[in-house]
């Protein structure tokens, strides 16, 4: 059974770093792209960054390349994404994907971790 579980999100102050991870199961971790995604309230969901399946390359959304660091632990099937000096417009459900069409690997959605960016 596949899963993608997100933790690490939270109750957060402005300027503030965070990292959330994913935990990844039922599926060859290591051989699969990993994205991070957002959806913040009333909007839809916007792609962070991505990984490449042995984590030697990433790619970023163009609002999100100061910021945000994506990287991976295939030896832990994890996948982390840090966020550096928290803003409230951070404020978003994040969620892991696993694969997708332009990998050609099935593709595997987390349930998400709320961030919540707040003084």
């Known amino acids: 059974q596949v899963q993608l579980v997100e933790s690490g999100g939270g109750l957060e102050q402005p300027g503030w770093s965070l990292t959330v991870s994913c935990a990844a199961s039922?599926?060859?971790?290591?051989?699969?792209?990993m994205s991070w995604y957002r959806q913040a309230p009333g909007k839809e969901r916007e792609l962070v960054a991505s990984?490449?399946?042995?984590?030697?390359?990433?790619s970023y959304a163009d609002s999100m390349k100061d910021r945000f660091t994506i990287y991976r632990d295939n030896g832990k099937n994890t996948v982390y994404l840090q966020i550096n000096t928290l803003k409230p417009e951070d404020t978003a459900v994040y969620y892991c994907k696993a694969g997708g069409p332009s990998s050609g690997d099935p593709e595997y959605w987390g349930q998400g971790t709320q961030v919540t960016v707040t003084s």
């Open positions: 039922g599926f060859p971790f290591s051989r699969y792209a």
């Open positions: 990984i490449t399946s042995n984590g030697q390359s990433t």
